[in-house]
């Protein structure tokens, strides 16, 4: 079911809209004013929250391992709530997600995907650690999730101060519920993971088990900012 908005906060965030590529910071308003113009959900969010707009402005507007981030309307190729696409060639970073979220969620999903890929250096010299042989190929996939905690913690430190949402709406907003129910901890995080996501994680460790014996056969240090995802 669509949301339906009161018609004064339609008319802001088309305000803010109409503003938002004529004042601030340029580099980040272009890609943001995007997402707001593509999804108006997502505008009517960050017009009731300023201080998580200002956020996002800074994340657009800072490139991640020299990448320029830019937003695609396109839904995510794996069905997903979001991904992030490395443009080598045109020295872009394509953000994507999924209209069938709430704005919020959409919202954190994009902060979230920002905040891996901006992990992209801790993967690779992980990778190299592998290649060393300073790596058990057990312990490789829960130190896949390690870094990946981190992005869980940086929305932590964010979201729910400048995103706040009411206990009894959690329900509408699966993502934000589970962040706010991930562990800062990560030992705690990580059996939160296996118990509450044991399936998803049964798949993730399989899939980093045959990425290891990869790198150990091929080796590692390839950069996925050359191209693909």
Same mark, same amino acid.
């Given at each position: 079911?669509?949301a339906?908005?009161?018609?004064?906060?339609?008319?802001? &965030?088309?305000?803010?809209?109409?503003?938002?590529?004529?004042?601030?910071? *340029?580099?980040?308003?272009?890609?943001?004013?995007?997402?707001?113009?593509?999804? +108006?959900?997502?505008?009517?969010?960050?017009?009731?929250?300023?201080?998580?707009?200002?956020?996002l402005?800074?994340? /657009?507007?800072?490139? !991640?391992?020299?990448?320029? %981030?830019?937003?695609s309307?396109?839904?995510?190729?794996?069905?997903?709530?979001?991904?992030?696409?490395?443009?080598?060639?045109?020295?872009?970073?394509? %953000?994507?997600?999924?209209?069938?979220?709430?704005?919020? #969620?959409?919202?954190?999903?994009?902060? /979230?995907?920002?905040?891996?890929?901006?992990?992209l250096? $801790? /993967?690779?010299?992980?990778?190299?650690?592998? !290649?060393?042989?300073?790596?058990?190929?057990?312990?490789?996939p829960?130190? $896949? !999730? *390690?870094?990946?905690?981190?992005?869980?913690?940086?929305?932590?430190?964010?979201?729910?101060?400048?995103?706040? +949402?009411?206990?009894? #709406?959690?329900? *509408?907003?699966?993502?934000?519920?589970?962040?706010?129910?991930?562990?800062?901890? /990560?030992?705690?995080?990580?059996?939160?993971?296996?118990?509450?996501? &044991?399936?998803?994680?049964?798949?993730?460790?399989?899939?980093?088990?045959?990425?290891?014996?990869?790198?150990?056969?091929?080796?590692?240090?390839?950069?996925?900012?050359?191209?693909?995802?």
């Open positions: 079911m669509r339906r908005f009161p018609g004064w906060l339609l008319s802001v &965030a088309l305000a803010v809209l109409a503003s938002g590529c004529r004042t601030g910071d *340029r580099r980040g308003r272009d890609a943001l004013d995007q997402l707001k113009t593509d999804r +108006i959900g997502v505008a009517v969010v960050l017009a009731q929250h300023p201080g998580l707009e200002r956020v402005h800074a994340e /657009f507007a800072r490139p !991640v391992n020299g990448m320029k %981030l830019e937003w309307g396109a839904p995510p190729s794996g069905g997903g709530a979001a991904e992030h696409e490395w443009d080598g060639p045109r020295r872009r970073l394509l %953000l994507r997600a999924s209209p069938d979220f709430s704005p919020e #969620d959409q919202l954190l999903a994009v902060f /979230f995907e920002i905040a891996g890929a901006r992990s250096p $801790l /993967f690779l010299a992980l990778e190299r650690e592998v !290649v060393a042989g300073r790596v058990d190929r057990e312990a490789f829960d130190e $896949l !999730v *390690r870094i990946e905690h981190g992005s869980v913690v940086a929305a932590k430190s964010v979201f729910p101060a400048l995103l706040p +949402i009411p206990p009894a #709406d959690l329900d *509408r907003h699966r993502l934000f519920a589970d962040l706010l129910r991930a562990p800062d901890d /990560f030992d705690a995080f990580l059996d939160w993971r296996k118990s509450e996501f &044991a399936g998803a994680y049964a798949r993730n460790r399989e899939e980093a088990l045959r990425r290891y014996d990869g790198l150990v056969g091929a080796g590692a240090g390839r950069d996925p900012a050359a191209g693909g995802r």
